[in-house]
């Protein structure tokens, strides 16, 4: 998944972070306890509330005094009608609890490095499951229409939009196998061994063999929640996260086709091959059924967004109902509603993005990623909370038993698949992957809600398949989720490489896509690429004319992506402020003439961008300098660095290397300049073009490259010992900061190479400083090396 | 064909697995496909290449043919051009996109990726000085989008400058005003691409190769 969805630790945070985090738990025993009654609360309709003077005016409350048999009371000036207002109350109560658990666990230093969110989530919704039931009241379970209908579908959306189609298709092949077969392994193998079980117990040996299948189906399924939960802090490799993430996606459209199955027929207590073959058939309707629903749905999406370029404001909106709607009506048809979800996310993202403003787009990202923290967020609680609540019936045996079937059942599934799939692939699994892959498989609130659905009449141990399943969902997430990020030090697998794309990589990958199509041809093969390049083609062809407005639809790809990761650039260099970058600007003194000796510099060395859009850059480069110069004024840790949900968070750091050619161009931009300017010195350019606070400028590069590795402040040779204080402390941060995104990058040689100057002394103070990663180090941590 | 002729060809098929590393099978098939290009010649030419209507559409064919005839990519050392190729050269060419081996070591697949990308390289530099200079670049990147219609030239010089500024600050990092970037070298290009696991990516499968009916490649 692309960035991270948790807080990074304030790093400037004025008041004591632990202070404040004692605080935040006060408050939200304090908050919790107010829902107790609250939520006990009866509403008036059913018991009369004493001291609501309203009461007797006559039920619906406002006003009217039509009842002539009362005495008349003084006019209520203050009146308390809780019953009103309660049901959404009392859920924007716990939405407020859960984020605040939320806020207070990065809070707390070390116990989000130790322990997933997650585990932290479900205790906490086991103390207030704890805290109701001391008071006495029913506590609310997780019910499942609320689950599926309100909390699953904003995680899946998130999922879906975001997912990055390349490695996800490049595996489909493998991620297919895994989902369908191994669910099917797993079901089965749970089921069959567990009914032998049931038989061989005593006690147990009215469970019958369709009953355990349909255990065997409900606690096999990967669940993506869970997945996504604690794969995210641990950053893995992209192959191996595709991989889990996409067979606990994929899984559940047998799922749903294997519950209905056998729920449908234990009432009846046998089945036949034709309910089997049937089955068979109705797994493809479920699965390619979803699939078509949610692309229908994407392309009207699509279509719609190419008309919003006037009512900018709403275009979030067509996103958000465009997907809901293509969940909902996937569960009309009892299809598979995550397959519909993602289908609609994953078609209707390239044209949508390619209609809407900047501003939708980070609108979107922004409400996906807040909707589905807050919905993974309380679903964990409320499975603690179902835990407390639910009554339970704790059979020794099952319960053990089925612990054990799960992961043995997962090994051998995994092993076997494996082996059976590497034949096909290039890239082969290894042992290493195939351990992850087995671990990762975590079980989650899903199996709890389909669980919780079973009619009591048919499966009389209901109570016993719930207690099961929670344990084992306890069980997976708190000790697989926990000892996964040790293990992937252990192993050392490989982790997601932070770097972002260049555009040399996207010229050779475009590049090798078509070196490979033409050979494919030459062969007289048609293979893979020569039928994604067909599909690419009818896209471009037919697909983009009518889902994308204007001129955007002929915009090759390769220029696409350019335009953005310059408007990114822009963007970047403007928000976070100029003043920061003089220290680190130093990089990279190539500019446009070290290319091109021999003739006179291009007149523009600029794209030609649409007027539009360089209307939009220079909107936001004159809203944003004025808010650089402001700020420079009073700068401290806070405002340079940037906001850290940002994803730009590694692009940032990475393209601050470059400023010194954006703001070239931009420069060349808004003076419409034909002759180039000047050849540029960096750090005059950075005078000239951001009036900004002169004394940020008045000291020499090199000065600041001296002063800025010395963790302490080493006053030895900075050139203005006034100025060091202050900036000191904040180049320092981005320095290391830098050092350390710019050490995870391809960029070999290290900047410290391109900071110092002339200075050997100085190189060595930075090693010893980037041997030292600084405290915001420790969230994005890479393994090469800083220094050759 | 007679025994006789067949068995020659089997030691012919031999030597060139040996040195290519493709099955027998796959040189088999490979030779059909080469005899149906050649019109059953000995040799392959340009205008061979040239029918292949499939390859009509693609932005970089002409590179593509080019690179067939190329010395650099015979496997020798030799620099220059030829006019007619033959099948020994057809399969060396067509060995740069052999699927990776299983159990190879660190060093051979480092071998392997630079063969590779060495492949691509020769691709780019046109005249075959070892660098890759500003104006070959640019004409990769127009022959690139020379696919999509309305492109402006300008478009294109830009990215390419943009790409070529990109791998001269990450390799060299640092250059006085004065300077010139020559061109990117082989050594170069190899950092810049460090990103894409070309060894991974550049392959063809080769298991359906059929001359004359269409099959789909597995997945």
Not at chain 1, 191 to 201: A, R
Not at chain 1, 656 to 676: A, C, D, G
Request: proline share 6%.
């Amino acid at each position: 998944m692309p960035s991270p969805r948790r807080a990074l630790p304030a790093p400037g945070a004025v008041v004591d972070p632990r202070r404040s985090g004692y605080l935040l738990v006060v408050s939200v025993v304090v908050l919790g306890c107010c829902l107790l009654p609250l939520g006990a609360a009866s509403t008036p309709n059913k018991t009369p509330q004493p001291g609501a003077p309203k009461e007797q005016n006559g039920s619906p409350g406002h006003g009217g005094s039509h009842a002539s048999n009362y005495t008349k009371k003084l006019f209520p000036v203050l009146s308390f009608d809780y019953g009103h207002v309660k049901p959404p109350f009392v859920i924007f109560l716990w939405i407020l609890l859960a984020s605040l658990m939320k806020l207070g666990f990065h809070l707390i230093p070390r116990l989000s490095s130790i322990v997933p969110e997650s585990c932290l989530l479900i205790v906490v919704g086991l103390l207030m499951g704890g805290i109701f039931k001391l008071v006495g009241e029913t506590p609310p379970i997780l019910r499942s229409d609320l689950f599926f209908l309100y909390l699953l579908p904003p995680i899946i959306l998130d999922a879906g939009y975001f997912l990055p189609i390349r490695p996800f298709t490049e595996n489909l092949g493998t991620i297919l196998i895994f989902a369908v077969v191994g669910t099917l392994w797993n079901s089965f193998f749970i089921g069959g061994l567990l009914y032998g079980v049931c038989q061989i117990e005593g006690t147990l040996s009215t469970v019958g063999l369709l009953p355990c299948l349909l255990f065997g189906a409900i606690i096999s399924a990967v669940d993506p929640v869970a997945v996504l939960a604690v794969f995210e802090e641990i950053h893995i490799n992209e192959l191996l996260h595709i991989l889990v993430f996409g067979e606990s996606l994929l899984n559940d459209a047998v799922t749903v086709v294997l519950y209905h199955l056998f729920e449908e027929y234990a009432g009846a207590g046998a089945v036949t091959v034709t309910d089997v073959f049937l089955g068979i058939v109705s797994f493809l309707v479920v699965a390619l059924g979803g699939v078509m629903v949610g692309a229908i749905y994407g392309v009207l999406s699509a279509f719609t967004s190419r008309f919003t370029a006037h009512t900018r404001v709403i275009e979030p909106l067509f996103v958000f109902v465009y997907s809901y709607l293509a969940y909902l009506s996937a569960e009309v048809f009892h299809l598979s509603g995550i397959m519909a979800l993602i289908a609609c996310g994953a078609v209707m993202r390239p044209y949508v993005e390619a209609n809407i403003s900047h501003k939708s787009h980070t609108t979107i990202k922004y409400f996906l990623k807040m909707w589905s923290s807050v919905s993974e967020t309380l679903i964990f609680i409320f499975l603690g909370v179902s835990t407390v609540a639910g009554d339970h019936k704790w059979n020794w045996t099952f319960v053990v038993t089925t612990i054990i079937l799960c992961m043995v059942a997962r090994v051998l599934g995994v092993i076997s698949l494996t082996y059976l799939i590497n034949k096909f692939r290039i890239v082969k699994l290894t042992t290493k992957d195939q351990f992850i892959i087995a671990y990762g498989g975590l079980r989650g609130a899903i199996a709890f809600s389909l669980g919780y659905l079973l009619d009591t009449d048919h499966f009389p141990m209901r109570k016993m398949f719930l207690t099961a399943i929670i344990t084992v969902i306890f069980f997976t997430v708190f000790v697989q989720g926990m000892t996964i990020r040790p293990l992937v030090d252990l192993l050392a697998v490989k982790k997601k490489q932070e770097t972002k794309r260049s555009i040399n990589e996207e010229i050779h990958t475009q590049f090798l896509d078509h070196l490979l199509t033409g050979i494919e041809d030459i062969c007289g093969h048609y293979g893979h690429h020569h039928w994604k390049d067909k599909l690419n083609r009818f896209n471009k062809k037919y697909v983009k004319k009518c889902l994308i407005a204007g001129e955007r639809s002929k915009e090759p790809q390769l220029i696409a992506f350019y335009h953005k990761m310059e408007m990114k650039q822009a963007i970047e260099l403007v928000e976070s402020g100029g003043g920061v970058k003089v220290p680190s600007a130093m990089p990279s003194t190539v500019s446009m003439q070290n290319i091109q000796p021999k003739k006179p510099p291009p007149e523009r060395a600029l794209p030609q961008i649409s007027k539009g859009r360089e209307e939009e850059i220079r909107k936001i480069l004159r809203n944003n300098l004025q808010k650089t110069r402001q700020r420079l004024q009073s700068y401290n840790r806070h405002t340079l660095v940037v906001d850290p949900y940002e994803d730009g968070w590694n692009e940032i750091l990475l393209k601050r290397k470059k400023m010194i050619e954006l703001e070239k161009k931009i420069s060349q931009m808004s003076n419409y300049l034909t002759v180039p300017a000047p050849p540029p010195d960096s750090p005059t350019i950075a005078r000239a073009r951001l009036a900004s606070d002169p004394q940020a400028w008045s000291i020499k590069p090199a000065a600041n490259a001296d002063t800025v590795p010395s963790i302490k402040v080493d006053l030895a040779s900075p050139q203005s010992p006034d100025s060091v204080s202050t900036l000191d402390e904040f180049s320092r941060r981005q320095q290391q900061q830098q050092e350390e995104e710019e050490g995870g990058l391809m960029m070999k040689p290290p900047s410290a190479a391109r900071e110092e100057q002339e200075d050997g002394k100085e190189q060595q103070r930075l090693q010893r400083c980037l041997s030292d990663p600084g405290p915001a180090g420790t969230e994005e941590e890479e393994d090469e090396p800083f220094l050759p | 064909m007679g025994s006789s002729q067949s068995a020659q060809e089997e030691q012919e098929y031999r030597a060139l697995a040996e040195r290519t590393g493709f099955s027998l099978d796959q040189i088999r098939n490979l030779h059909k496909r080469f005899k149906h290009l050649s019109h059953d010649e000995e040799t392959l030419r340009k205008e061979d290449f040239d029918e292949i209507s499939d390859l009509t559409p693609n932005p970089i064919r002409s590179q593509i043919i080019d690179a067939f005839f190329d010395k650099r990519n015979f496997g020798g050392n030799e620099v220059g051009r030829v006019q007619e190729i033959g099948f020994r050269e057809f399969l060396t060419v067509m060995s740069h996109f052999r699927p990776l081996r299983q159990n190879l070591t660190e060093e051979g697949i480092e071998r392997i990726r630079r063969e590779k990308l060495r492949f691509l390289f020769n691709m780019h530099d046109k005249d075959s000085d070892g660098t890759i200079t500003l104006d070959e670049y640019r004409s990769v990147v127009e022959e690139l989008l020379s696919s999509s219609a309305a492109i402006e030239i300008e478009t294109a010089t830009a990215i390419a400058d943009a790409a070529m500024l990109e791998v001269a600050s990450v390799t060299v990092g640092e250059m006085a005003p004065g300077q010139v970037y020559e061109g990117i070298t082989f050594e170069h290009f190899l950092e810049i691409l460090k990103g894409v696991e070309i060894e991974a990516k550049m392959h063809v499968r080769f298991l359906n190769v059929d001359t004359t009916t269409v099959r789909c490649g597995k997945l």
